[in-house]
């Protein structure tokens, strides 16, 4: 089992950057692909970005790329998500979701087993 806990969301202005953080305690990180997922009000979660295990293979949506970029410590026990240029559509509780079963660029959120609690970003314009 492994628990994540997010951190680094706030309010930024459109443009800006912020970069979240997951940190994850527990068994073995690099045993898990991790990923990035977001929801905005009134809409379904959905896929951002995801990290292979050993953080060499990163996939992402067609929303985040070029603007996003995701990497992984595993010394550490943290994945970053590094966001750049952001946008007002970018508003969103982000969450990360780890699984050790699933293959790396898997982009459903219900194959994740583990998430953290999520962390507000908001873009203002």
């Known amino acids: 089992q492994v628990q994540l806990v997010e951190s680094g969301g706030g309010l930024v202005q459109a443009g800006g950057s912020l970069r979240l953080s997951c940190a994850a305690s527990g068994r073995t990180f690099n045993e898990y692909i991790v990923g990035w997922f977001r929801q905005a009000p009134g809409k379904e979660r959905e896929f951002v970005s995801t990290i292979s295990k050993s953080g060499r293979t990163t996939y992402y949506s067609d929303y985040v790329k070029g603007r996003f970029t995701i990497s992984r410590d595993n010394t550490g026990n943290t994945v970053y998500l590094q966001m750049n240029s952001l946008k007002p559509e970018d508003t969103a509780v982000y969450y990360c979701?780890?699984?050790?079963?699933?293959?790396?660029?898997?982009?459903?959120?219900?194959?994740?087993?583990?998430w953290g609690q999520g962390t507000q970003v908001t873009v203002s314009s």
């Open positions: 979701a780890a699984d050790g079963s699933q293959p790396a660029g898997n982009r459903k959120s219900e194959d994740y087993d583990y």
